[in-house]
């Protein structure tokens, strides 16, 4: 049984079709690509497969130790406690906030204290904040941000912004995660730092990762299997040798062969 | 790193918060705070409790609710017809405990669909909802209708409101210094992020709206046990302005910022009172300017932290 | 029956008013996407104006009018200059406490300068009735109905029909586009405040005249009710300012003359709540979503 089952997924808004009939399957530890044209509905996809959007139809199973979870009718908390979490195209960090509070944020569900125990300030709330407090600094150092656990997360340069971002995914336990275009906006240097970064954490934590990237030098480098998307169809599947060598995946980007 | 509930950043503050009162009372007994000066702190005492409790909602998770007097009034009523019916501290402590309960059912019921609503449209549905609770108070035959209630018997006393006052301000910091805290705070910079953060975002901001509607209604039982007339129109939306104003004044987030901004503009108010008119148009024209000019408030963000001043005086001892 | 189209016959005048009042809060959410909390006390200034108008410059009814929109329009734009042009770019919240600021400046600044009591506005209108099929018709009640119809059809054919009304259309849509497009997006949002501001007026002088009382906190219930007519029928939506304005004035009288007249505000509340929970987007809105 395959960890995540996206079975013949479809959004329409209105009279436009987002997303039609997508579905695919990933086996867990995968590192799994999804590419395509600018608005084939990647992150429309990603949006489903997280609980942002209602499909107007078809299933989304996450099926992890033997138990299938229905995702798809779930709201995105819940998908995210059932350890799927994901990074935004458009970096959705608490701005306000310090490095280390958005991790903090993002580790909320480990803390068992309720609104009595804060209130209170019962043994259970100084048991758990130092807890978090040591888990949040101890993932801070594996992604390299430590030193700046209390800047500002507005004021990080843009590079460690997206790491945080990843950080704060990783935070929430997930064990799989859809990172949507982590790459956007690095130069080569930075690219290949997170193209190692996402190779570690992916052996060191033990995830699945689905990324939606435009970047093809990264895509290629690391993902075992492609997914493409054009015009929200699901065009082609297979590993990087199948997809660079596909007829319609090359029409997709680069349009028809002229003869 | 505190471990426990007796750390020496409590112990300071308990330290203060005793001098700070028997100051007070000092003053008090000494009759170099008169009587009137003693209604208004009074005054300012049950406002700080409005004030810190609406901070929750609107600085801390971002709720923009325009009927917290709404909740007050529920308070005061509770407790006014219980103390007339019952007139002892047993009576008082009954009328406090059946406000809260009262203001918590309506609370959750106001919550649970308009939590849904963002910025704007969540305001005015607020709105909307003290009104509502306003025109029923107004209407109903035991809470006297227009002419209100009177001769409720004055079972508040300054210790009693410095102790309530004193124990919001500490919930309300306790709120925010926590988990708890910290999810509202992630739901107030980006609800989709923080949802998408695994924080169930309707729970959180239900906790932190009954929340500040339940220290409201203690307020309003403290202050129909102050002022022994209460009336519906002392509840209506320019009570719930009043304390926005407050809270915008000292920065929403800033709990230090409530509590000061209550006691500056306690004082001014105190001031302009001979100016009565006018002192409204100065207050509008001040609201203006603040939110043209300093729309973050007096104090932003920041927190007073009392072992950090020590650690800077003692920083500066060391330096010289 | 009779009872019902009497109750009709009132709601249309006072949906007229709350239509008035709507179009104001609509236009200026529509384009810059704040609800004017002081709208309501611009209502009342107008009253007043056309109350000076009347009393100190002896103005007929229509001059006094006039006199009062032409004033409100420019303290309008001036209002709109001094206080929520510097606030474009700040939070919602933060523009939305101006406008309380602004309210509370109106009313306590008139209070100071005219009194805080009730004032009883001179009858400039004649107050013939008629009854026909045991029906009670105001003459006054006409001469609502009638400039308030007017005003809207000048409003639409401004909107619809003219250089500025289609500037103002598209800083609704995109303010920023519309700039690339060479319109003075300033001189558009001065301009729809203005306009705004007029109607409110004309309808604060035309209360006065058929209640024949004025007060400086007269704006303050018939603003909410007309803001919840303007959401009521799409916010944002000209055409829906005007339905929601009928739409509420008939059910307030409805409720008035069927039920009780004490309850008859919070109705109007718990309709702004329900509209508000199912679709807030109003009779005539449309759905928008988040883009994520």
Redesign the interface.
């Known amino acids: 049984m395959s960890f995540l089952k996206v079975s013949k997924i479809t959004k329409n808004f209105g009279g436009l079709c987002a997303v039609s009939n997508v579905s695919l399957e990933v086996e867990k530890g995968e590192l799994v690509g999804l590419i395509g044209p600018n608005g084939a509905g990647k992150t429309t996809l990603f949006n489903l497969l997280t609980g942002v959007y209602t499909p107007t139809s078809g299933t989304i199973e996450l099926t992890d130790n033997g138990k299938t979870t229905k995702l798809s009718s779930l709201p995105p908390y819940k998908i995210t406690q059932n350890g799927v979490a994901r990074t935004f195209q458009n970096i959705r960090l608490f701005k306000e906030r310090s490095v280390l509070d958005n991790v903090k944020i993002a580790m909320n569900n480990q803390v068992h204290y309720g609104i009595f125990g804060a209130l209170l300030r019962l043994p259970s709330f100084y048991r758990d904040e130092a807890m978090i407090d040591t888990n949040a600094r101890e993932l801070l150092k594996k992604v390299q941000l430590e030193d700046k656990w209390d800047t500002l997360a507005k004021n990080l340069p843009y590079g460690q912004q997206r790491q945080l971002e990843i950080a704060r995914a990783l935070a929430t336990g997930a064990k799989l995660l859809f990172l949507d275009e982590p790459a956007a906006g690095m130069n080569p240097q930075e690219t290949q730092n997170l193209t190692t970064f996402i190779r570690e954490i992916r052996k060191d934590m033990d995830l699945t990762i689905v990324l939606i990237e435009h970047d093809m030098s990264l895509v290629m480098k690391i993902c075992e299997r492609i997914f493409v998307l054009d015009y929200g169809k699901l065009i082609a599947g297979g590993t990087s040798e199948e997809i660079r060598n596909n007829r319609s995946v090359i029409e997709a980007y680069l349009g028809e062969e002229e003869n | 790193m505190n471990t426990t509930i007796f750390s020496r950043k409590n112990l300071l503050w308990t330290v203060f918060i005793v001098a700070l009162f028997t100051l007070i009372e000092v003053l008090m007994m000494a009759d170099i705070i008169g009587a009137y000066y003693k209604i208004t702190l009074m005054l300012i005492g049950i406002n700080v409790i409005l004030a810190v409790g609406l901070n929750i909602i609107i600085g801390i998770t971002g709720q923009f609710s325009l009927g917290h007097a709404g909740f007050m009034s529920v308070g005061a009523y509770s407790c006014a017809i219980t103390i007339k019916m019952f007139p002892t501290w047993w009576g008082f402590g009954l009328g406090i405990l059946i406000g809260l309960g009262i203001t918590f059912v309506i609370a959750l019921l106001v919550a649970i669909p308009t939590l849904r609503l963002k910025g704007d449209y969540l305001a005015i549905a607020t709105l909307g909802v003290g009104e509502i609770i306003r025109i029923v108070i107004l209407n109903m035959n035991i809470t006297n209708k227009a002419a209100g209630l009177s001769s409720i018997p004055m079972l508040n006393s300054f210790p009693l409101l410095f102790g309530f006052a004193t124990l919001s301000v500490i919930l309300s910091a306790n709120f925010k210094n926590s988990a708890v805290g910290r999810a509202c705070i992630g739901i107030k910079e980006d609800e989709i992020a923080a949802e998408a953060m695994g924080i169930n975002t309707t729970r959180y901001k239900t906790m932190a709206f009954v929340f500040g509607a339940l220290l409201a209604s203690v307020a309003g039982a403290l202050y129909a046990s102050t002022f022994y007339v209460i009336k519906p129109e002392s509840f209506g939306f320019a009570k719930s302005i009043d304390i926005l104003v407050i809270v915008v004044f000292g920065g929403m987030g800033s709990l230090t910022g409530s509590v000061v901004a209550t006691l500056a503009l306690g004082v001014i108010s105190l001031l302009l009172q001979p100016f009565a008119e006018l002192r409204m148009i100065i207050y509008a024209a001040a609201l203006i300017a603040v939110m043209v000019l300093r729309p973050q408030g007096l104090m932003g963000n920041y927190e007073f932290s009392l072992p950090k001043l020590f650690q800077r005086k003692k920083r500066k001892g060391e330096g010289a | 029956m009779q009872q019902f189209l009497q109750q009709l016959i009132n709601g249309l005048s006072l949906g007229s008013i709350y239509a008035l009042i709507a179009l104001g809060y609509t236009m200026v959410y529509g384009i810059i ?1 704040l ?1 004017n909390f002081a709208h309501g006390d611009m209502y009342m200034i107008g009253a007043y104006i056309g109350y000076m108008g009347i009393t100190v410059f002896h103005l007929p009814f229509f001059p006094a009018l006039i006199f009062s929109m032409a004033f409100c329009a420019v303290l309008g734009m001036v209002i709109e200059r ?2 929520y042009k ?2 474009r770019n ?9 406008a ?6 109106l ?3 008139t ?2 300068f005219m009194g ?1 009591e009730v004032k009883t506005f001179p009858a400039v209108l004649s107050d013939k009735s008629w009854i026909i099929y045991g029906l009670r018709i105001n003459f006054q009640q006409i001469v609502i109905f009638a400039t308030s119809i007017i005003l809207m059809v000048l409003l639409q054919i401004i909107v619809r029909r003219t250089k500025i009304g289609r500037a103002m259309r598209a800083v609704s849509v995109d303010a920023d586009a519309a700039k690339l497009m060479g319109v003075d997006v300033n001189a558009t949002i001065s301009f729809t405040f203005a306009i705004g501001s007029a109607l409110a007026a004309a309808a604060g002088i035309l209360v006065g005249v058929y209640y024949n009382s004025i007060n400086p906190l007269m704006g ?1 219930a018939p603003g ?1 009710k007309a ?2 007519a303007a ?1 009521f029928g799409g916010i944002g939506i000209i055409p829906g300012a005007m339905v929601g304005g009928f739409a509420i004035g008939l059910t307030e009288t409805m409720v008035s003359g069927y039920a009780s007249s ?2 008859k ?2 109705v109007v ?2 309709l ?2 329900l509209i ?2 199912l679709k ?1 987007s109003g009779l005539l809105g449309k759905n928008k979503k ?1 883009k ?1």
């Open positions: 996407k609800i001094i206080a510097p606030l700040a939070t919602r919240i933060a523009a939305l406490i101006t309380i600021g602004v309210s509370f400046f009313e306590y600044t209070m100071r805080a303050m909410l803001f919840v959401v004490l309850y505000d919070a509340y718990v702004l709540i508000l929970l807030p988040e994520v």
